[in-house]
Each structure stands twice: as C-alpha cells, then as structure tokens.
C-alpha cells in the first residue's frame, strides 16, 4: 500500500477543518433543539418527566456506543469512511425524529442520532489532528471546539423560526442538514495521512488500550475525561435548577444561560490563541484548577454579581481546558491506536455525562447545593492531578 502523504494545498487544510466543525457544529445544535422542543413533548404527548427523561438519555446512550464502535472502526476502515457512514446515520435519525407517532419510536430514533453524533465527534478529532500541521496543531482543534457552543446558540435561532411554523416535526428536519457535507466529503477529503489500516478486529484495537505498552496513557486519558466530563455536563444540565433552588428568578436564569454560552465561546477563542505556547498539558492543569477555585466561588454567591462573575469564570476556564483535552488525547495514542483512544475516551466522557445529573438530584435532595458544588471541584481536581502525571505525546 502507497503511504498517503500531506500534499493538501492551504486552502484544502482548511476546507477539511470546514467540514469537521459544520459536522460537529450540526452535533451540537441537534443536542440542544431536542432539549428546546422537550416543553412541547411534554404537553403534546402528555409525558411525565421521567418519560422525557428516558428518551433523552437514550440518545446519550447512543452517543457512548458510538464513541466505542465508530472510533475502532475508523482505526481499520478510515477516517474518510468513518466520516461518512457517521454524519450518514446521524442525519437519517435525525430526520426519522420528525416521523415518530409516541415516545417510544423517538427514543429508538434519538438512540440513532446519538450513535452518529458520539460516532463523529472522535473520528473529527483524530481528522483533523492528523491532516493539521504540528505547529498549529492545538491551535486548529481549539478553533474547531468553538463549534460546538457555537451551534447550540444557533439553536435557539432555529427553533424561534421553526417551531411556530412547522412545530416539532420541522425543529428535527433540520436537524438532518449534515447530510449534504457527504456530497461534498468524497472530493474534497482524501484519507488522513497518518492512516494505516490496522491489523485484527475492532475488539484487538481495544485491548491494545490497555496492553502493557498503553496502560498507564489509558488510564490517564479516561481519568481526564471522565472527570472533567463529570463536572462540565453536571454543570451545564444542572446549573439552571441549581440557580432557581438559590432563588434566582426564571428570566434571570434564561438570560444568565445564553450569557455562559457565550462565556464558553470566549474561553475555547482564548485557547486557541496559546495553546500552542504554554502546551496542552499546562493548559489542562491549570483550567482544571482554575475551575475547581471558580466553582468553589460559585457555590458561595448569593448576589446576582457574584454568581454572573463566578459562573461566567466557571464556563470560561472549563470550556478553555476542553480545548486543550482535545489535541491532548490523540496525540498520547500511535496512529494504529489513535481513532479507538480518543473514541472510547469520549465514551468514558458520556458515562460521566449520564452518572453526574442523577448522582447531582440525589444530593441536592438530600443535602441542598452546597456539596454539589464542592463535588464538582474535586472532580476538577482530580483532573488536574491526572493530566500532570499523564504519559508525553507519542509525536
């Protein structure tokens, strides 16, 4: 087999980094407009929370398994052909939503879309950490994370137009957009140049993992994950609850929300400007920490002041160190390794996004806000302290 080489022309770089962030731009916007048509859901087909709750976690749950399949796939067929076949069963479950008759068919249907999305997002990463050239690197995969915030404002937009037009049914239409990147992936995306198709199956690649060799990068890379992704999705499905429970009123907490999304945005751009001069490690640890001081502060304000300033720091050191997380994880693996690493790092991420909003309700109830709060510090902690002991970059 001829060993692909980067022969990509400026331009064609950053048409490839083009359609990774629309795909994961598309990701994002999906996730939020099915927490936006939720309210609609619930009264149309009169469903209890706990209902809405099941269909939600279902496409979580799609997203986990497609973090672990898609990313061992790619490692044996490509990252051209992972791209595809995901952004293919992401838009067509997409679609399939605006057809579903009860909650049932929409929970196996969000379970798809959650396949493509959780699929997608490793196979991007390691795409584009493979085709960026090493001095930009970090930078590039920083500038792509903005996507994903970026697409779940966009959301906001597309459901004040679609809903009253079209009802739910359209919201989910649109959710299927990103199956027009195929027509233009096959010309414009030749393979990553770092590919070599693996040797064995799909289940070699994972226990490769954690082979002698891999142990300890593994280990590491799934602790950063899961603890950060632990904290981060516990804050951002809870923070609005958590804020009313401190008495803030419902039009604060709205607005207060769009104004952390932003925050996010402004803290993934911040990253890009440095991480290729402090490096990605540094900048783990010390948004981790950073983090854990800022939610410490958050959960002691009683003052809209004082939560604006504190949970705006929240959201910008967090999604700052996510920036660095993502160049970080694939540049630990070998390419033989690199899609089925970052892929199943993800999946460690979704378990954490599952387990954080059920174990945060069991303690608000039974202790109030206070040990939410110092909960998610210590996950952030104990990130920080896994990323400075984690293994160098194999490149």
């Known amino acids: 087999m001829t060993a692909p080489t980067r022969t990509l022309t400026t331009g064609r770089h950053w048409l490839v980094f083009g359609l990774c962030a629309a795909g ?14 939720a309210p609609v859901l619930l009264r149309q087909w009169e469903l209890t929370p706990a209902g809405l709750g099941r269909v939600v976690a279902a496409a979580v749950l799609g997203m986990f398994a497609g973090a672990c399949l898609f990313g061992a796939l790619a490692d044996r067929i490509g990252r051209r052909p992972g791209y595809q076949i995901t952004i293919a069963v992401f838009a067509g479950f997409s679609a399939l939503c605006a057809l579903a008759q009860n909650p049932a068919q929409l929970m196996v249907f969000r379970f798809g879309a959650g396949l493509g999305i959780g699929g997608f997002i490793p196979i991007a990463t390691t795409l584009l950490s493979e085709f960026a050239p090493p001095r930009m690197r970090g930078r590039l995969l920083a500038l792509w994370g903005i996507a994903f915030p970026a697409g779940g404002l966009c959301a906001t937009g ?4 679609l809903l009253p037009a079209t009802g739910w049914r359209g919201v989910f239409l649109a959710g299927a957009a990103p199956a027009l990147l195929l027509l233009a992936v096959r010309r414009i995306v030749p393979e990553a140049p770092d590919f070599r198709p693996a040797e064995g199956s799909a289940m070699t690649a994972v226990t490769g993992l954690l082979d002698r060799a891999h142990r300890r990068t593994t280990t590491a890379v799934w602790g950063i994950w899961f603890c950060w992704s632990f904290a981060y999705y ?10 009313a429970l401190m008495r803030v009123p419902l039009g604060t907490v709205l607005g207060y929300t769009i104004g952390f999304q932003l925050a996010a945005i402004a ?5 890009l400007l440095v991480v290729d001069r402090l ?10 920490l950073a983090a854990a001081a800022a939610v410490l502060l958050l959960g002691t304000q009683h003052t809209l002041a004082g939560l604006i300033v504190a949970g705006y720091a929240v959201s910008f050191v967090q999604d700052g160190g996510f920036s660095g997380i993502v160049p970080f994880t694939p540049a630990l693996y070998p390419p033989a390794l690199r899609a089925t690493g970052v892929g199943w790092a993800n999946g460690l ?15 608000v109830t039974a202790g109030g806000t206070a040990p939410v709060f110092a909960m998610f510090a210590a996950a952030y902690g104990a990130a920080a302290g896994t990323a400075a002991l984690a293994p160098g970059p194999t490149e």
């Open 24 to 37: 994961f731009f598309f990701d994002s916007m999906d996730l939020q407009l099915m927490s936006l048509v």
């Open 158 to 161: 597309v459901v004040s137009v």
């Open 234 to 243: 516990g804050l951002i499905l809870w923070l609005p609850s958590l804020l």
């Open 267 to 271: 803290g993934r751009v911040a990253t």
């Open 279 to 288: 490096g990605q490690r540094p900048l783990i640890v010390l948004c981790a």
């Open 349 to 363: 991420g979704r378990v954490a996004s599952m387990v954080a909003p059920v174990l945060v309700g069991v303690i």
